[in-house]
């Protein structure tokens, strides 16, 4: 047993929903739990909310198709005849609002306001070709066989990239979410998550957990730099935080959902997130406790499935809080890449990517950000047993030979 002092970064209030976030100080007793380092822990993952001070009034904008922020999507033509690289959708492109309103007061709103999510932005993009799942383990595995590729989770950290940790915790491993016995304080998140030594991609939950019968799975355990080096082999890219969206919503225009407004339409569940006490037990009343495999729910009005829910999926772009409002005063911004580069006012000094479309472990009580405009972040080189990706391919750079219709 050894015992580390922490310093961690106080987010996701309990239910008196405070707004100032505090630094505070914490002695921590792990046992069984291996640390490299406290960057690698979930506030640099998107399983964190950050509630700042934007109008709960803004909520009501939803009641009226997102308020006049939001104006109808205007879909590029699409072509009459068009061959589709299996396993992907056609995705228009053309001219739609990006971003969200505080959901703080809708039914199944939660507490977080959300405010990096704005303002709304009018925004034109390419046709493009998406993914209809998130990356699966047997996909994975087929790219890690052909280059004999190996995550980050499964190398040994190094004394460069954290110079100041003891070499008894440079560990290969890796984030796992652990349910408490019992319900716990929503204000320190070790209570749940732990830095295991031998979690990767092959072994999600620790070196004796495996995914044998899981090919269908979500891949987990990658990082950024994982993703992005699966989707160069695959002759893809991952795609930027505006492509994300606008796939997500299907064509729908201000909705607060990728299917609509409401979360469960004539009762049915559409996303695998988290239902009962977080973080201690999860009722899985929409068919799942923990993780599921894709197509699971229905696909959205591109085809794509599991675009809310089930693992977060990793994006090109830098994260930066404030990067809507560069963009706030172009009329139309035309297929943006994202900043130049990271800042996350919480840790200036990290190097975040953006994170999109929440998981199983997104509830109204903590973290509701399965909703279609929101935004994640996590550190480009860190995973954890929630976050997955998925893939994009520019329409023009698709060779005939290789392409057959969906």
Not at 122 to 138: E, I, Q
Request: charged share 20%; net charge positive; with cysteine.
């Amino acid at each position: 047993m050894s015992v580390i002092v922490l310093l961690v970064a106080q987010s996701c209030k309990d239910h008196k929903h405070e707004t100032t976030d505090k630094k505070v100080t914490q002695t921590v007793i792990i046992k069984k739990t291996y640390l490299t380092d406290q960057s690698l822990f979930p506030r640099n993952a998107a399983a964190f909310c950050r509630p700042t001070g934007i109008k709960r009034s803004d909520s009501a904008l939803f009641m009226n198709g997102g308020g006049k922020d939001f104006r109808e999507t205007i879909s590029n033509p699409s072509p009459k005849t068009l061959a589709i690289p299996a396993g992907m959708k056609y995705i228009p492109g053309g001219e739609f609002s990006m971003g969200g309103v505080d959901p703080v007061g809708m039914d199944g709103g939660g507490h977080e306001q959300m405010s990096d999510a704005r303002p709304v932005h009018r925004v034109r993009l390419n046709p493009f070709y998406m993914d209809a799942t998130v990356v699966t383990n047997k996909q994975f595995a087929a790219f890690v066989k052909a280059t004999g590729y190996v995550t980050v989770a499964e190398q040994k950290p190094t004394h460069e990239e954290f110079p100041t940790v003891p070499e008894e915790n440079l560990v290969a491993g890796s984030l796992v979410f652990t349910a408490p016995k019992e319900k716990v304080p929503l204000n320190n998140y070790l209570q749940w998550w732990a830095y295991v030594k031998g979690a990767d991609w092959r072994h999600p939950q620790g070196p004796k957990s495996n995914i044998i019968g899981k090919d269908n799975y979500p891949v987990i355990q990658v990082c950024w730099d994982d993703a992005a080096a699966y989707a160069k082999w695959a002759g893809k890219r991952l795609p930027t935080e505006a492509e994300w969206e606008f796939a997500a919503r299907g064509g729908l225009a201000g909705k607060l959902y990728a299917w609509g407004n409401v979360l469960k339409p004539n009762g049915k569940w559409m996303a695998n997130i988290f239902e009962g006490s977080f973080p201690n037990k999860d009722a899985g009343t929409d068919g799942f406790v923990g993780i599921a495999p894709v197509k699971q729910f229905p696909a959205n009005g591109y085809g794509l499935y599991d675009m809310a829910g089930n693992v977060w999926q990793w994006c090109n772009d830098w994260y930066s809080n404030d990067y809507y409002n560069t963009l706030a005063n172009n009329p139309v911004t035309v297929n943006p890449r994202g900043p130049t580069s990271p800042y996350d006012p919480d840790e200036p000094d990290a190097k975040k990517r953006v994170q999109r479309g929440g998981s199983f472990l997104c509830t109204d009580e903590y973290c509701t950000r399965y909703m279609v405009g929101t935004r994640g972040k996590g550190d480009a080189r860190s995973a954890s047993n929630h976050i997955g990706f998925r893939c994009v391919m520019d329409v023009k750079s698709v060779p005939d030979t290789k392409v057959a219709a969906n």
